[in-house]
């Protein structure tokens, strides 16, 4: 029998989970913990480069549980546990990371300048290193996979890098990981610009609990083909041309693609008619997931984190052992 290849994932509780990261980083979850050794984790400690708030952390670590529960998660096929759990394997791997790592590639990463940007009042060292500790993430394990959405595609090659550095110094000891991206996911903020994302505001995202009639108000008000404004105008049904649109091809299935398209095009639908049938694809996505996630209480939760922390923890541990060795230090 061949031995399954280790993946892991990642989603950080800065808010509530949304579209994008559905796309991104939970859609195959299914699939995913099936075929491989799967770790799935909320990724606490990074959370605190930008969102510091100790009154939010622990209930939006337990609602991003019961979320990716809710996306079909299982805790008797995949590991699922809080990176904080992790914190003495994880940070002494940083640090050693941290030694190979170049100070200047991290100063240039897009990531760090666009976070940097958004929280300028407050960019510390803890910013700087985001991809170093996201990389003892995925080390800690031998990740293989790491299924992300496209803006976390740049860490992965930091990640590469750093193991390649690491291996050509001490030996083969770090696994290189490989992003897993379908068509470079990056759902649109409902807003048109950037991506959608959690720290940029609930007005911003979809998040996977809003109710029914809080994703039909968020649709109506939308960002969309700025060149319609009447209904006799032809609208330009693309991913580049409208918004809705684009939001349609990651929600709506083919059928209801097609005839978007064609009477969009042909100015026989308006705005008003095609964002109804955007709000009626999600809500037959999130109603489902919202059940699932409802039926697991606090206890249930803290449960699976515990069982999941006692896995990981044992199997951290191991890898941390090769890496003093292989670093040579001392060993009483
Ligand atoms: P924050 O604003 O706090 O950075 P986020 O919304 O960007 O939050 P993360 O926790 O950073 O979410 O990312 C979790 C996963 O979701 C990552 O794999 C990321 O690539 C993916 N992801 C986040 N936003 C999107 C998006 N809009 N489209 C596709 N994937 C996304
Ligand atoms: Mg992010």
Do not use: W
Not at 38 to 47: E, K, N, Q, R, S
Not at 76 to 102: G, K, P
Not at 104 to 115: A, D, I, V
Not at 143 to 160: S, T
């Amino acid at each position: 029998m061949t031995q399954k290849q280790t993946l892991v994932s990642g989603i950080r509780p800065t808010g509530d989970l949304h579209l994008g990261n559905y796309i991104g980083a939970m859609k195959d979850i299914h699939r995913l913990q099936k075929e491989y050794e799967a770790y799935f984790f909320i990724v606490d400690l990074h959370a605190l480069t930008t969102h510091p708030k100790p009154e939010l952390i622990k209930p939006r670590t337990r609602d991003a549980v019961r979320s990716y529960l809710g996306a079909g998660l299982d805790p008797n096929q995949a590991t699922i546990y809080a990176q904080s759990s992790l914190a003495a394997e994880i940070s002494e791997l940083h640090l050693y990371l941290s030694m190979v790592m170049h100070i200047g590639e991290l100063l240039r990463c897009p990531t760090f300048k666009e976070k940097a940007k958004q929280h300028a009042d407050h960019v510390s060292y803890g910013l700087v290193g985001y991809p170093v500790l996201m990389a003892a993430d995925m080390f800690i394990h031998g990740a293989h996979k790491v299924p992300v959405g496209a803006d976390q595609l740049v860490h992965i090659e930091i990640a590469r890098d750093i193991a390649r550095k690491f291996n050509s110094m001490y030996g083969e000891i770090l696994t290189l990981p490989n992003g897993m991206v379908e068509k470079e996911a990056r759902v649109p903020s409902l807003g048109g610009k950037g991506k959608m994302s959690k720290s940029l505001g609930a007005k911003t995202y979809i998040s996977l609990q809003d109710s029914k009639e809080t994703i039909e108000n968020k649709v109506k008000r939308a960002y969309s083909d700025p060149t319609r404004t009447h209904l006799s105008d032809p609208g330009h049904p693309t991913v580049d041309g409208c918004n809705v649109y684009h939001l349609h091809s990651y929600f709506s299935n083919e059928e209801v693609r097609k005839d978007i398209e064609k009477r969009c095009s042909d100015a026989n639908i308006g705005c008003v008619r095609c964002k109804q049938m955007l709000s009626e694809s999600i809500i037959e996505l999130t109603e489902p997931m919202q059940k699932r996630a409802l039926a697991y209480s606090d206890i249930d939760v803290d449960d699976i984190l515990r069982e999941g922390a006692k896995k990981t923890q044992e199997s951290a541990q191991v890898t941390i052992a090769k890496v003093r060795k292989a670093i040579g230090l001392i060993q009483l």
